[in-house]
């Protein structure tokens, strides 16, 4: 079994736990000065000081490689994405621009809409191969696991196509997806005024597809004005709990409709985009454990403010970063995008932000036990960075510092040379 040493490293994080860290914890990203690693195969055998481990495993048969100047951490987990889909929408961007409103793009035909006529006409092989690119650029950010929704293909169709689509992107990639089912995106004109019919027939006739292939751990609803209100989304979400999913919610994206709220009641795993969430749901949150993710590069994209993670962390609660990666409200799954605005107008610590993109991050995607530390026993998924410090992620502005990743033990991205 293949076997790596890596030691000297200045910095080594291991956001140790197998549970979100919620409030004060976040700030405790378990960093150990002048740390190694050992891997076995694609398991992490041990983690320490490098004297430690240069000494217990200076006579094994391994690849060691010398971290001295190199931050080292686990892979980031980008736990809220759109990246199955066909066409583009560079148009609407600069509809918004001159002033429109996103709201105001779907309510005429364009938004989620557009991109579903344009994933229904993609092949699969089209699909596919835009996933390839993308998920190549996300592996370049240090991306090593990735949350991925369906949601472009509102008919039972398309919608399996894109999930299977992301089961093909596991086999031939290195990087992780973890898939959820969104039918309940968009509503079609067809359907306007018969939104409850339409989640049953997602109920009855398509989720019970996707449970059967287990095509998808999640399930997602976009509850928002003139999209899915507050009663359909907690008879859809209670209704998918009983079928085995997990769930999700995009939630107090636009206008407080209470999503906050009905995210603690139905035990979602995590409610997303929050921008506008209330302080009692911040608190039922809090109390019943829901991940808030909250997704700065969409709020950036929509010129809107930006989610109160700061307020969030203060009252508890645990916080987790994604790009929210689509066609539509946020086309970019850079990285650093997100630690910079999630330092310099968030107002999170580089600590807090590495939780929210490791381990918090992977607990959104329901892998704590797996994913999102460097600890014994986990899967080998770490990066190093160009610099010796955490500190250079929010202080190199906007700059791509990831050089090697290692997934499951093997080394697949290397920019050293
Ligand atoms: O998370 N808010 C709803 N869904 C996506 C947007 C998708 C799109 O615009 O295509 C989001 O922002
Ligand atoms: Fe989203």
Known sequence: ?????????????????????????????????????????????AVGPSA????????????RIDATGKAVLPGFVDSHTHLV?????????????????????????????????????????????????????????????????????????TELRQLRAMRELNDRQPVELVPT????????????????????????????????EGLAEFVDIFTENNVFSIEDSRYYL?????????????????????GAELAAEVGAVSADHLLKASDQGIADMARAGVIGTVLPATAFCLKEDFARARYMIDQGMAIAIA????????????????????????????EEVITALTLNAAAAVGRADRVGSIEVGKQADIIMLKYPSIHFLPYHTGVNLVERVIKKGQLVLDKSK
């Open 1 to 45: 079994m293949k076997k790596t040493l890596i030691y000297n490293a200045p910095e080594l994080v291991t956001s140790a736990g197998a549970a979100p860290k919620s409030g004060a914890n976040m700030a405790d990203i378990g960093l150990i000065k002048n740390g190694a690693v050992f891997i076995v195969g694609d398991t992490i055998e």
């Open 85 to 157: 889909f066909g066409g583009y929408r560079a148009d609407e961007f600069s509809w918004r621009l001159r002033g429109d409103s996103y709201l105001s793009i779907m309510e005429r035909g364009g938004g989620i809409n557009a991109s579903v006529s344009m994933t229904r006409n993609a092949t699969d092989e089209e699909l596919i191969a835009a996933g390839m690119d993308r998920l190549s650029g996300m592996l370049e950010y240090g991306v090593t696991t990735v949350e991925s929704k369906s949601g472009y293909g509102l008919d039972k169709d």
């Open 238 to 258: 209670n209704r998918a709990r009983e079928m085995g999913f997990k769930l999700k919610m995009h939630a107090d994206e636009m206008v407080q409709l209470g």
């Open 323 to 350: 790009t929210d990666l689509n066609p539509g409200s946020c086309f970019t799954h850079s990285v650093p995008l997100l630690i910079a605005l999630s330092c310099l107008y968030m107002g999170l610590s580089v």
């Open 181 to 212: 089912f969104m039918g309940a995106h968009s509503v079609l004109p067809e359907h306007k005024g018969k939104e409850r019919a339409f989640l049953d027939w997602l109920l009855d006739d398509v989720m019970p597809t996707v449970k059967a």
């Open 52 to 63: 430690e481990l240069q000494e217990r495993y200076k006579g094994a048969d391994c690849l």
